[in-house]
């Protein structure tokens, strides 16, 4: 019969494990010790946003085998240390706090959801550790600190372009607006075109929300239905815009719909299916280019992953770790200081979302890609530059 | 007049889903007085079925859609069952709380199982039933709401049936007033409990399916929020009361597409939760629900 | 009550203090960790009163610690710089303003437990825990649409005060007050509403207002934790404090034994550390996270560290 003793002794055993994980490690100079360079990432593998965590983290696990493959930086191979912070708040701060000051990296890689790439940042720029966000488009992320970058465009610029495409290409001058409440990102993005999409005189006749994870929105697009838009502007992530555009093809409304990066995802069409014909979005980079660097790329992920096409986290993820690379080889050295001035100097990077290059602000300047859907494909519409 | 009756066609129809799953959760609280954290999951795992039987139907039939429909139904059956003979029956002498730790690490490790062998990304729902929309006065609706409909009224008739006219039935309204008078009079307390739970999961296994046929994604964490308003609606309905569980998952439905299509979206999960405790506030047993008599 | 609590409480202040002034040794990571077994002891402790001795089965404890972060953060950026730069930014200005921060925190916090604890003079059991479930989710909403304090972006900023001293400070005083609470003469009353409502009011004790009192004290502790919290990670959002951050909680409760401060201590301990153990096999993590919770409730449903006849939620009459 188990007593007191028993459990103590429980106790204190799992506490001594705790002592041990805790003091091994610790120390030791930094992540060019050895014969690899550390970097770290830190990602959303697990929980709601596996999905795009898993995607960018693919993308960077296929640059730094590329890399390796082709002998490293500096003479040296590329150890990437990665973490998961289970789509949950406060996990993300724990684990690039555990990156740097145990696993000693000498830069992170992440986040793809804005809001996580803010709850590290602070960190990152305490320790003088460079971070490289892949897809976070809200303008916040860089003001934390000169020692953050991102590789993508941001979300003022995005909401810039839907706003002139909106009024240019598809004449609508009353549109709705169905965004996420829950999403920073959705948010922002929304805000952006809303800015804009009024300053030049047109109207916005509804705005409706709902909340990530929702699967039915007959509700929010009824009462859009009623308000007569001439397009309905969806600025969220894949999962539900899939759906929204069935429902609202189910609901009888017949205009076009359009959104943001989010929507970037071949399961976009197997959800949406025929409903999404005519709609449009504006991503990064489109598997359909047919530029060497894109196609190669994509075979290349095709191979490493079972012949699913990469999306744009995972073309991101692949940017980022890249341009990650190339930044060591240019500073000759992970130094975290000069490290940090040779990714700021980034110019011209051919990456396969577009050359890529990291303005005053450390984002990157890069052109938009329309992108609609025809016969059940993505087709590219048209480029539109900064 | 014509938004709000869509409105309110869209609200019944997403509150029949709602019922179908509180309906597994009132019933096995019934039964067993203990809240099926896992239920939730089931109903994953029956929209799931779905999708991996749906390969081996010919598409959007009848024929075809039946067959997957009652064989997700069969598969949760035995998987709520399997769980209950391995992690609940072991501590039905124990706590309440205890059933509902184990319940809850047994939610967790469906969604974290699925998320490993069904991979994170939502997948595209099978078409299991000829699929086509009808107008009627300018309403729209969906066949597949139709079947949502079709569906829950004949599993509600069914299930009334069960347990007020068959002896299995008897055995289960015995067991939830004295499990232990139950025994004595000779009732095999652990086989109507396990039938218990098999009727539920088919619920949820059904729910899910009906789910996935209207809300056309799929993903490994999809039973977490319906699963919680389903759980609010059983206990709005009354804890254990089966037409309870009925009503109260259509009238968190409706008040849930009201306020989804107002300005209000964004409150929307406050507003649910907000009528719940008032309505609870002035009926405390829920809407249908008896409160237990504390004899002294 | 041991005549030595109060010896042991300062004590352990002072420990907090030599812990703090040596932190600069630790790992920060470790360090992490360390501040996340102290905030964590302190919701469950705190929950263990309401839940494990009064016996009212809540599950909004999230919500009681969002208020308490908000709260805090919102002094700590929009009172802070003002309250500094009247009174100097030095050590002993920011303790302060720190200090006023997590209680206003804890006192809105407890607030808002009184607004939760109401409700449950009607109510029993299973209904009372899906009203406070209720409550900790309008507490989410509301917070996810107040823009000024971030909103669904969530709240930045926030000035990382929280050390090790404060962290364990206040772990002690809850660990104090519940124990000191509890143990006392018109403590025993929890425990009798616990046990037996009816008989409790028949032998002359209000139900009413032990329920409530638990319910203060726990809020105003969850709200301290949530300010410790906000002001380590330096950013809040709301999803973080959903219900299954409140289940989280519940988990430790139990599993340390319902009413055994000494087992939910150790139960938060192990159920913080347990996460971080495991991340080399992180894609494993929650599965076998959910395995060790299921397994362990089928070997030892009393809690790891309840002796069976002291199992407090064995002690029901019915």
């Known amino acids: 019969m188990k007593n007191w003793r028993g459990q103590f002794l429980l106790a204190a055993t799992l506490s001594c494990l705790l002592w041990a994980s805790g003091c091994g490690k610790s120390g030791g100079s930094g992540g060019a010790a050895a014969d690899t360079i550390k970097v770290g990432e830190f990602a959303s593998l697990t929980g709601k946003e596996a999905a795009f965590g898993q995607s960018s983290h693919k993308g960077t696990l296929l640059a730094i085998d590329q890399i390796n493959a082709a002998g490293g930086v500096m003479g040296k191979k590329i150890e990437l240390v990665y973490e998961d912070n289970q789509s949950q708040p406060g996990q993300s701060a724990t684990v690039v706090r555990k990156l740097i000051t145990r696993d000693n990296v000498v830069a992170i890689l992440g986040e793809v959801a804005s809001g996580r790439s803010l709850e590290a940042a602070p960190i990152c720029q305490q320790y003088k550790i460079p971070q490289i966000s892949p897809s976070s488009t809200n303008p916040k992320v860089t003001e934390m600190g000169d020692y953050i970058f991102r590789v993508c465009f941001i979300d003022p610029f995005q909401g810039t372009v839907m706003a002139k495409f909106a009024e240019g290409t598809l004449k609508a001058k009353r549109v709705a607006m169905l965004s996420d409440a829950a999403s920073a990102y959705s948010a922002g993005l929304g805000q952006y075109f809303r800015e804009r999409f009024l300053a030049d005189g047109n109207e916005l006749v509804i705005e409706q929300k709902y909340s990530g994870g929702d699967k039915d929105f007959k509700a929010q697009l009824t009462a859009i239905k009623a308000a007569n838009p001439e397009a309905i502007f969806v600025p969220g992530y894949y999962t539900e815009a899939g759906l929204i555009v069935l429902q609202a093809r189910q609901l009888g409304i017949k205009v076009p719909l359009f959104g943001g990066d989010g929507w970037e995802a071949p399961e976009l069409i197997q959800i949406g299916g025929s409903a999404l014909e005519g709609c449009f979005y504006s991503t990064h980079y489109s598997p359909q280019d047919k530029s060497e660097a894109v196609q190669s790329f994509v075979k290349a992920f095709q191979a490493r992953n079972n012949g699913e096409t990469p999306d744009a986290m995972a073309a991101l993820g692949y940017d980022s770790a890249m341009v990650l690379a190339d930044a060591i080889k240019r500073a000759g050295t992970t130094d975290g200081a000069k490290l940090r001035d040779a990714i700021a100097a980034t110019k011209d990077f051919p990456g396969v979302t577009g050359i890529t290059t990291l303005d005053e602000h450390r984002n990157a300047t890069k052109a938009a890609v329309i992108i609609t859907i025809k016969d059940g494909k993505f087709q590219y519409v048209e480029t539109i530059n900064p | ?296 | 009550m041991l005549p030595r609590a109060k010896t042991l409480l300062f004590g352990a202040i002072l420990a907090s203090l030599v812990a703090q002034a040596l932190s600069g040794y630790i790992n920060p990571y470790f360090l992490d960790v360390i501040i996340g077994i102290g905030i964590n002891i302190i919701l469950a402790v705190s929950l263990n009163l309401i839940n494990g001795y009064t016996g009212q089965f809540s599950l909004g404890h999230a919500g009681f610690m969002a208020v308490g972060a908000y709260t805090s953060a919102a002094v700590s950026i929009f009172f802070g710089p003002r309250f500094l730069s009247t009174l100097g930014s030095g050590s002993a200005a920011i303790a302060l303003l720190f200090f006023l921060a997590l209680l206003s925190g804890g006192i809105v916090a407890a607030l808002a437990g009184l607004l939760v604890g109401a409700p449950s003079l009607r109510l029993k059991g299973d209904y009372l825990a899906i009203v406070t479930l209720g409550f900790g989710e309008i507490i989410r909403v509301i917070f996810r649409n107040i823009p000024a304090l971030g909103g669904a972006l969530g709240l930045n900023g926030i000035p990382g005060y929280t050390n090790l001293f404060w962290v364990f400070a206040f772990a002690a005083l809850t660990v104090y007050t519940v124990t000191a609470m509890v143990n006392s003469t018109y403590g025993r009353g929890f425990l009798a509403v616990h046990d037996n409502e009816v008989a409790a009011e028949a032998m002359g004790l209000n139900p009413t207002k032990y329920k409530i009192v638990a319910f203060l004290t726990g809020a105003f502790f969850a709200g301290i934790a949530g300010g410790l919290y906000g002001h380590y990670k330096l950013s809040i959002d709301p999803r973080g404090f959903d219900f299954i951050k409140s289940i989280e909680i519940v988990v430790m409760v139990i599993l340390g034994g319902m009413g055994n401060t000494t087992g939910v201590i150790l139960a938060a301990v192990i159920l913080t550390v347990l996460p971080e153990v495991l991340r080399p096999v992180a894609e494993f993590r929650m599965i076998i996270y959910s395995l060790l919770l299921i397994v362990l409730m089928l070997t030892r449903p009393q809690g790891l560290f309840t002796p069976r006849k002291r199992a407090l939620a064995e002690r029901k009459t019915t």
């Open chain 2, 1 to 296: 007049m014509n938004e709000f009756l869509q409105q309110l066609l869209n609200g019944l129809s997403l509150g029949a889903i709602y019922a179908l799953i509180a309906l597994g959760y009132t019933m096995v609280y019934g039964v067993l007085r203990f809240i099926n954290f896992a239920h939730s999951d089931v109903f994953m795992i029956g929209a799931f079925a779905g999708f991996y039987l749906s390969k081996y139907v010919p598409r959007e039939t009848f024929g075809g859609g039946f067959a997957v429909l009652i064989g997700a139904m069969l598969i949760c059956a035995v998987l709520g069952m399997v769980i209950e003979r391995l992690a609940y029956r072991p501590l039905r002498s124990h706590s309440k709380l205890n059933v509902l730790i184990t319940a809850i690490g047994v939610s967790l490790l469906l969604e974290n199982t699925g998320q490993k062998i069904f991979g994170a990304s939502p997948k595209p729902s099978p078409v299991l039933f000829p699929s086509t929309s009808f107008t009627v006065g300018g309403l729209i609706l969906s066949s597949n709401q139709i079947a949502v409909f079709v569906v829950a009224i004949v599993l509600l008739i069914g299930l009334r049936f069960i347990v007020m006219k068959t002896k299995i039935g008897t055995a289960m309204r015995a067991l939830s007033f004295n499990p232990v008078a139950a025994s004595l009079v000779g009732i095999n307390n652990d086989i109507v409990i396990s039938f218990t739970f098999g009727l539920g999961s088919a619920l949820a296994g059904a729910g899910g399916i009906l789910y996935s046929m209207n809300y056309q994604a799929i993903d490994p964490l999809m039973g977490v929020l319906p699963g919680l308003k389903a759980f609010v609606a059983a206990v709005l309905g009354g804890i254990g009361n089966i037409p309870g569980a009925a009503l109260g998952g259509l009238v968190i439905g409706v008040i849930e597409s009201f306020s989804n299509g107002s300005r209000w979206s964004t409150w929307t999960d406050a507003i649910a939760f907000t009528l719940l405790i008032l309505i609870l506030l002035f009926r405390p047993g829920g809407l249908l629900g008896k409160l237990e008599v504390e004899k002294v």
